[in-house]
């Protein structure tokens, strides 16, 4: 468990640089997959549908995420 938090978080750290509005966007394009960002925690189940969803929106925003490996 955790793994889906910390490739949200480092999705977020990685596009957003810091801008708020862009850390909006990558938040509502997970809602728009069906994954509520600010309710993924440590404790989240990590399915494989859960990463699937999270690794496309990484490539939708071509953002390499180095937590999936």
């Known amino acids: 468990m955790g793994k889906a938090k910390k490739m ?3 999705l977020i750290e990685k596009k957003a ?3 708020g509005f ?3 966007n ?3 394009k997970l809602m ?3 994954i509520i960002p600010d309710d993924i925690t440590e404790e989240t189940p990590d399915t494989d549908d859960l990463i699937s969803k ?3 929106v990484a ?3 071509d953002v390499r995420l180095t937590t999936n490996k």
Request: proline letters at 0%; aromatic letters at 10%.
């Open 8 to 10: 949200i978080d480092e």
């Open 17 to 19: 640089q810091g801008n």
């Open 22 to 24: 862009q850390t909006n």
């Open 26 to 28: 990558i938040k509502m």
């Open 32 to 34: 728009f997959k069906g």
């Open 54 to 56: 999270i690794e496309g």
């Open 59 to 61: 490539e939708q925003f």
